[in-house]
């Protein structure tokens, strides 16, 4: 071993196990920070000093690195998945409230989408926050914007369009979204840091089919046009393409054209319903970051798989 080698293994030694500063390793071994910083460098490049992840993150971050290259995304958070199916949800709103309160910034908006999934993260984000959030609902559909009755402390100021999801004329959704208010709404969307939505399967547990706006002769007529999913209650199918309904023309809810144009889109959703209408979100290029379960992104990644 000779000398330059053994420094090494001082300077990593000192640095690294014994919690010393690079200034703090230069004055006890008598050399300057910037020779620290060097022999550190080539202790690892050399492989005197290996990084090594535990073997469940070192997974993790594969699957998200594989996500993000094949569907093109900014980033991916992938969680581990629940034991109980039911807790999807749950697990999935934590993790994504998680995410988002770390990169929200004082005074920043954001934007909200319809769904059991959002409404969960918005109540959690608003029981973390410091400082009050300024939130802009994405749809109509007030009651999912509002505070659960369990949340100690709501801590958002709610910017609601004041209409229901689903019109029942046309004609009265046009002149709705005519309303100085609303328009003022969706003036404030493009303002927002970041942008959160759930994305929902063609499945009887779906937001929209639970809370009754759709009905079943509804789910049966868009499964037969094509439907995999939704996101914002715009119908999409497996490509990620709009599908021009009746119902369409009924819907209080931001576009998806600029959903598309919006920066930092999150979205959030895992389990086997939504594989489906999450892959067809992606492929349709609607989302920055996609925040879901390994069991999820398996298959998402499985899926790519079998296409090529």
């Known amino acids: 071993m000779d000398y330059e080698e053994s420094l090494m293994i001082k300077v990593a030694w000192h640095y690294y ?3 010393m500063t690079q200034q703090q390793v230069a004055e006890l071994l008598g050399i300057s920070r910037m020779r620290v910083i060097k022999l550190l460098d080539k202790a690892k490049q050399t492989g005197i000093i ?34 109980d199916p039911s807790m999807i949800n749950a697990a999935i709103a934590e993790a994504a409230s998680m995410y988002i309160s770390e990169r929200l910034t004082e005074n920043g908006l954001i934007n909200i989408g319809y769904g059991n999934t959002p409404s969960r993260i918005l109540n959690n984000i ?11 609902s994405l749809t109509g559909g007030v009651s999912y914007y509002l505070p659960d009755t ?26 709705l979204r005519q309303e100085s208010s609303v328009l003022e709404l969706s003036r404030m969307i493009t303002l ?9 399967a063609m499945h009887e547990s779906a937001t929209i089919f639970k809370s009754g706006v759709l009905n079943k002769n509804d789910f049966l007529f868009l499964s037969m046009q094509g439907a995999v999913g939704d996101l914002l209650s715009h119908f999409i199918d497996k490509n990620g393409n709009l599908l021009e309904t009746p119902l369409e023309e009924r819907l209080i809810s931001t576009p998806l054209q600029t959903l598309k144009e919006l920066k930092n889109v999150i979205g959030v959703a895992a389990g086997d319903s939504k594989v489906e209408a999450i892959r067809a979100s992606l492929r349709g290029q609607y989302l920055d970051v996609l925040i879901t379960d390994d069991n999820t992104a398996h298959q998402l990644l499985n899926m790519a798989e079998g296409e090529q």
């Open 192 to 200: 927002s840091q970041m942008t959160v939505v759930g994305i929902g």
């Open 150 to 175: 369990r949340s100690n402390v709501f801590n958002a100021k709610l910017h609601l369009i004041p209409a229901p999801l689903l019109i029942s004329t046309k004609e009265l959704a046009q002149a």
């Open 126 to 136: 608003a029981t973390l926050a410091e400082q009050p959030l300024t939130c802009i």
């Open 17 to 19: 196990f014994g919690g």
């Open 50 to 83: 290996q990084f090594k992840l535990r073997q469940d993150g070192e997974k993790r971050m594969q699957l998200e690195n594989s996500l993000m290259s094949e569907y093109g995304l900014k980033d991916a958070f992938v969680i581990p998945a629940a034991n």
